[in-house]
């Protein structure tokens, strides 16, 4: 059961949400905060498995309200939500502890399914994002498959890997994906993360955003 802290700083949008939600089965909504201290106040109390963070909320910075979830409550999940497709905005969210990332014109379903990936534990990045990431990085310098495995010192099936990680596959999927085994897949994923000098999934992401390997 997921339990959600469910926050926006707008009153309608967040009933609107509260009825979608709330319908799913397998998600309980524990609590709603519509400014980042009711959020901080409410945590101990409620005890969420996950937090939907609005980051236009009311109050204290949002991304330092990030960076205190990330210090205070290290096994917390948190999906952001914003309205920005700004990379350096979303990669800024990643490296303060996001495990994810939603774009608020997202539809319900892509909602209840991110809430559902951050809570199993993988990273989650939503289409509506991926599609803008990769058509600015396409009119920016239109990358060919060859050149970019190049540039990264990157062998074509470390790329696949690559490119599944950026899709949220875990270790044991990625391995069913490629036929192949799991303790295969996460040496590949050491070797990608020591060429690329990465120290974790969340970078490996914004690694294949950066180079358009993320779904359409």
Known sequence: MIRLLLTDGDTLTREELRIGLGAAIGLEIVGEA??????LAQLPILS?????LDLSLPGPDAFAVLAA????YPQLRVLARGELTNERYVVRAFDLGAN?????SALLPELLHSLGTVAAGRPFLCSGLG???????????????TVARLSLGLSKREMEVLSLVGE??????IALRLFTSKRTVETHRQNIMEKTQTRNTAALIKLAARQGLLPE
């Open 69 to 72: 979830l990330r210090e205070q």
């Open 168 to 173: 949220g596959l875990t270790n044991a999927e």
């Open 34 to 39: 519509t400014t980042g201290e009711e959020l």
């Open 100 to 104: 994810g990332y939603i774009l608020k």
């Open 131 to 145: 599609l803008a990431l990769l058509n600015r990085l396409r009119l920016a310098q239109p990358i060919d498959g």
């Open 48 to 52: 969420p498995t996950v937090v939907l």
